[in-house]
């Protein structure tokens, strides 16, 4: 059963803490990536990853890292840089490129305390 | 400046109704692409259009690519159909609309 896979669906941060979203796909995809969603504001990409070892920024990078050690594995760090890290954070995957239908997991919901 | 514009932003249907969801963009693209995505967040692809019309179900999408829209069009709304309909266009990177909010009332 392939898909995309987040965890964990909510997620709390203290002030000055880092914490890291996990995204899994088992789809052989090599393209992944990472959005933010805002209330009332379209899908902003976060970072990308078009192969293993290698990712770029996208439009709001930041405040977050991401490593692509895995085919398989894109997670994120929200790191304390980011000043307003409260949202919804949604993975997605492609066979390769941004040109081709994305398919994206169930998100994660963070919450800063 | 947003590249992707849709309309409605909110829309309520009653059930069966004819709808249409509006999408305009102002940048050069190789693929337009319209998710819906539930409470509770999760999104679903749609369509992948890049020229004409695409047909699954009672859901219809059409592009202009002269005229830089496309509508998506759901025919018998059903309760069910009740989400958030976002229209995304693929040039040299991705741009998201905000999406249409779509309630479909029994």
């Known amino acids: 059963d392939g898909g995309i896979t987040q965890s964990p669906k909510y997620l709390f941060r203290k002030e000055g803490q880092n914490v890291t979203l996990s995204c899994e796909q088992n789809?052989?995809?090599?393209?992944m990536y990472w959005y933010r969603q805002d209330p009332g504001q379209g899908l902003r990409l976060i970072y990308y990853?078009?192969?293993?070892?290698?990712?770029q920024k996208g439009d709001i990078a930041e405040g977050y890292s991401v490593s692509r050690e895995k085919k398989e594995s894109f997670p994120l760090t929200v790191t304390s840089a980011q000043k307003n890290p409260t949202a919804f954070y949604l993975c997605a995957s492609s066979i390769q490129g941004a040109a081709e239908t994305q398919y994206f997991g169930p998100g994660t919901r963070l919450l800063v305390l | 400046k947003n590249e992707v514009e849709q309309s409605p932003q909110n829309l309520t249907a009653q059930e069966g109704e004819f709808i249409t969801i509006n999408c305009s963009y102002s940048?050069?693209?190789?693929?337009l692409h319209w998710l819906q995505q539930h409470p509770g967040g999760g999104i679903v692809s749609l369509f992948m259009?890049?020229?004409g019309k695409k047909k699954h179900g009672r859901l219809i999408a059409t592009i202009n690519i002269q005229e830089k829209h496309s509508s998506l069009h759901i025919t018998a709304s059903h309760p069910r159909d009740s989400a958030v309909y976002i229209c995304?266009?693929?040039?040299?990177?991705?741009?998201f609309g905000t999406g249409t909010s779509l309630t479909v009332i029994p």
């Open positions: 990853s078009q192969i293993v070892n290698d990712f």
């Open positions: 259009l890049s020229s």
């Open positions: 789809l052989n995809h090599d393209a």
């Open positions: 995304a266009v693929t040039g040299n990177q991705f741009y």
């Open positions: 940048v050069g693209i190789s693929a």
